[in-house]
Each structure stands twice: as structure tokens, then as C-alpha cells.
């Protein structure tokens, strides 16, 4: 059996950078009481090897007052202005660990808010990193859509009105060529600025690439992470025989049977020593 690894696999940049600097606290302050701001990243075995280590997970939307004073580590993903001001006036102190690439696109909303654009992130609303972004949009003058039918029913009172268009960093880059240009379409004047992280996209064509040269297709990441669902739905469409796992526990060697190539991949939160576990089950 012939096993293909994703060259991509595996941490991104800012979530190596947000877990380094997690580690690095637990270091520096082994006195003090950390916690992360909701999960550092989406992935349940590096929270719990952090929690194993004293660090506590803030609950979202909780109050930051009801906590001993520490250091808050602000998530991967991102937070909103509200919130960051809220630990900051519990008297926490606050170490970013919020990804450049998204910290950016903070910083790109509230320049287009102040300039009157109105403002249309494409990406899942329910993800932390874009409730993070729609915290930084002064008033209520933007959207969030996801599908080709919200991009077709979209629509704005005043149609001269320019419109500002950003992405969730993980979003798949070419169903967001599509929806912008649904937009486009419409007549608005739009200023698209494609805010896809450059890793994610060579991630996913790299996965698509793998997937259509294999039989069987393992994609490796948290359950709840937004980029690991995007690389098994690529995998999918390329090859049936295409699996998500969490753990190397979740592999059912079954599946390998009679398989000649086999392809790995893992999302941006996955920690190398988990696709290891995966490989190596896969050789037994």
C-alpha cells in the first residue's frame, strides 16, 4: 500500500504561532492562572493537553468578571472589540494570540466601516472568527453570507452604495469566485478583497489533487474545525472512499482493504503527532 501525505498537513501558521505562545505563558507565569479565550484552537487533544497543564478554556460569552484575575490568551480565531474590552476591564491581562491573517481582515472591516462602505463577509456566521470580524464593523451595516442562494436573494436599499466584500480566512476559494461574482452581477460596486488565507488555498488544491489520484482519502482534524469540513468535502467529491477522523482511534483499517494508494491530509489545527498515529496505523 502506497501512502501519500499531504506536503500541507497539518498546523497552519497562526495556529503554531497561537499554540507557541500559549506554551510560552505556561513558561513564563507558572504562578499565575491562564486561560484561553474559548478553545486556543479547534482541536480537543491540544485543549486537553493544555488543561492537563493548568490552562483553562474562558467560557464564550461568559463574563470575564466571574473569573480569578490571570492572563487570557485571546484564541486563534479571534475575538470582537466587546469582548477583548470586557476582559480588559475584568482586570485580566491579554496576550493575542488572534492569527495575522485574521487580524487583518479586523483591521480591513473597520477601515471600510469608517470610509460608509457597506460591508458582506462571506464565511459561516456562526464561526468564531467571523463573529470576531462583525465585532470590529461599527453600527449594523453588513451581512454574512455562505450559499449561492443568499448571494442571489442579497440585496441592498440604496444600490449606488459601495460594498465592501471579505472572507473567512478557511472559506473555499473557489466557491468564493462564485459568489462574488453572483454579486458582481447584480450591478453593485463592489470591492472584493479576497481575504482566503494563502495556506488554506494551497491546502485545498492540494487535497483535491491527492484525492483524485487515490482509492481511499483520510482527512484528519477537530470536528469542530471550519477548515478540516471544507478539506473532507473536497476529498468527497474527488474520491467516495474519503474519511474523517480525529484521532488514529476513529480508523477503521477496514476500509483499507484492497486499497493500492492511499492519500493523507489534515487541517490546520491537527498536531503532527496525530497524523503520525494516523500513518502508522494505516502501515500496521
Known amino acids: 500500500m502506497n501512502i501519500i501525505l499531504a506536503e500541507s498537513a ?15 505563558q505556561i513558561k513564563l507565569h507558572p504562578d499565575l492562572k491562564i486561560y484561553t479565550y474559548g478553545p486556543i484552537i479547534h482541536n480537543e487533544n491540544v485543549v486537553e493537553d493544555f488543561r492537563k497543564q493548568g490552562v483553562e478554556v474562558m467560557a464564550e460569552d461568559s463574563d470575564p468578571k466571574s473569573y480569578e484575575k490571570g492572563i487570557v490568551i485571546l484564541r486563534s480565531h479571534g475575538v470582537s472589540k466587546k469582548v477583548q474590552n470586557s476582559i480588559e476591564a475584568a482586570g485580566h491581562d491579554i496576550v493575542d494570540a488572534t492569527c495575522p491573517f485574521v487580524k487583518k481582515i479586523h483591521n480591513l472591516a473597520m477601515e471600510a466601516s469608517e470610509k460608509g462602505d457597506y460591508i458582506l463577509i462571506i464565511g459561516d456566521r456562526k464561526h468564531p472568527e467571523i463573529q470576531g470580524i462583525c465585532g470590529w464593523i461599527e453600527g449594523k451595516d453588513f451581512s ?9 436573494h442579497f440585496s441592498m436599499d440604496d444600490p449606488k452604495r459601495k ?6 480566512t478557511t472559506f473555499n476559494h473557489k466557491k468564493f469566485q462564485v459568489l462574488v461574482e453572483i454579486l458582481r452581477q447584480k450591478g453593485y460596486d463592489i ?4 481575504t482566503i488565507c494563502n495556506a488554506t488555498a494551497e491546502r485545498q488544491d ?5 484525492a483524485g489520484e487515490v482509492d ?3 482527512v484528519i482534524g477537530g470536528r469542530n474545525s471550519s477548515n478540516t469540513r471544507k478539506l473532507y468535502d473536497i476529498c468527497r ?4 472512499k474519503t474519511y474523517f477522523l480525529e484521532t488514529a482511534g476513529d480508523l477503521d483499517t477496514e476500509v483499507l482493504d484492497s486499497a493500492e494508494n492511499v492519500g493523507i ?4 489545527s491537527t498536531p503532527a503527532k496525530i497524523i503520525q498515529e494516523v500513518i502508522s496505523k494505516c502501515q500496521k
Open 10 to 24: 497539518g498546523f497552519c501558521f497562526g495556529v503554531k504561532r497561537a499554540v507557541s505562545m500559549v506554551e510560552e
Open 144 to 152: 454574512v453570507i455562505q450559499t449561492e442562494e443568499e448571494a442571489v
Open 163 to 168: 460594498i465592501t466584500v471579505l472572507s473567512q
Open 191 to 194: 470591492n472584493a478583497l479576497n
Open 206 to 210: 492540494e487535497a483535491a489533487r491527492i
Open 216 to 218: 481511499v482519502c483520510l
Open 237 to 240: 467529491q474527488k474520491c467516495q
Open 265 to 268: 491530509t489534515a487541517g490546520a
